[in-house]
């Protein structure tokens, strides 16, 4: 496995714009954004890009977790904690918050239960779960940074199926609107109790 990233690799990481310093947050902190749906091994990339424009100054952490799925893109906490390892003392020290959109039950779950534990300098401490996008606002300057559209996309899935949020319902696409009751020869009665 090489150490270098080919350009070819570099120009893929900038046209997805998985990793982007776009905006500041309400308290004047600079944000990366980082898209984890796109997140294969980047150490290279974030040595020569990113961390040398995060040195000098605080700032936040917008991780997109929208889409991730463990079978297919997701690298593992193992993966993530390399990276953050990788990330210069100099650039950990100004990291302030990380703002975790759509975060899954299973995220939530792992990193409640190990978060502490594997994420040393009180980074699970800057953890700050955000459920959908408008909520991500209460932190965020929404001028300052771009949403890509399957995150709103996400959201609106959201709005419909709500369980989704809590990992209580699957996330594979079905027909919105449809009726809730299906005609049925066997009628429906009342849950009430009678006395």
């Known amino acids: 496995m090489s150490s270098h990233t ?3 690799d570099q120009e893929l990481i900038e046209k997805l714009e998985i990793f982007k310093i776009q905006g500041r ?3 004047g902190r600079k944000i990366l954004r980082i898209v984890g749906k796109f997140f294969p091994a980047l150490r290279k990339y974030l040595e020569e890009k990113i961390f040398p424009k995060l040195e000098r100054k605080p700032f936040a952490v917008v991780y997109v977790h929208t889409d991730v799925q463990r079978s297919e893109n997701f690298p593992g ?3 993530l904690r390399s990276v953050y390892d990788e990330i210069p003392v100099s650039v950990r ?3 302030e918050a990380v703002y975790f959109l759509h ?3 299973q995220a939530r779950l792992f990193l409640a239960t190990f978060g502490r534990l594997m994420f040393s300098g ?3 401490g800057k953890l700050r779960y955000v459920s959908r996008v408008d909520y991500l606002w209460d932190h965020v300057r929404r001028s300052e940074i771009e949403i890509l559209d399957f995150v709103y996309d996400h959201d609106e899935d959201l709005e419909y199926r709500p369980m ?3 990992g209580l319902e699957s996330d594979h696409p079905r027909v919105y609107g449809a009726p809730a009751v ?3 020869p066997v009628p429906m009665y009342s849950m009430r109790c009678i006395s």
């Open 122 to 124: 009180g980074l699970y």
């Open 182 to 184: 299906v005609d049925s």
């Open 77 to 79: 906490i193992s993966a």
């Open 103 to 105: 975060p899954g039950l």
């Open 6 to 8: 080919s350009e070819s």
């Open 25 to 27: 947050d309400k308290r």
């Open 93 to 95: 020290e100004n990291l």
């Open 164 to 166: 989704m949020d809590y």
